[in-house]
């Protein structure tokens, strides 16, 4: 079961979402809050950080070798374009945490926004550079 890629894939992002509300909870020392829950910006940074190690990785092995093979280069463009995908998600995570954020009158609409499509967003981008752009 732990070897199931797609397990693997979809399982960390989740864990690492709880592991983001405990810590914010924690940091804060106060009771539960929503937005201890709203973590599309952190699973967003998770995603490109790991696509950057990754292409940094890729560039190391493209140098030791003579000949870069045509999968090589096709890695690294890959991951160049996930990575371009990142930062405007990111960027669009980060005006909807702007525009929902401070709506406390509104908490249904923080809710939907920062809880489930934010977080989808963040969550998405890490479950596909392991899925699509690493490769399981």
Known sequence: MLRNPYLIALGIPLILLFCGAFAKKLVRGSRWQCSDFFLG???????MASAFVYIFDLAKLASSQADATAS??????????????????????????????????????????????ANFV???????????VKGV
């Open 41 to 47: 910006m952190e699973l967003s940074l998770a995603a």
């Open 72 to 117: 090589l280069l096709e890695k690294i463009g890959a991951t160049a374009s996930f990575l371009v995908l990142c930062f405007f998600l990111l960027l669009w995570v980060l005006t909807t945490h702007q525009d929902w954020g401070k709506r406390s009158q509104n908490p249904r609409g923080q809710f939907v926004w920062l809880g489930l499509i």
């Open 122 to 132: 963040g969550g998405g981008l890490l479950t596909a550079f392991v899925l699509l």
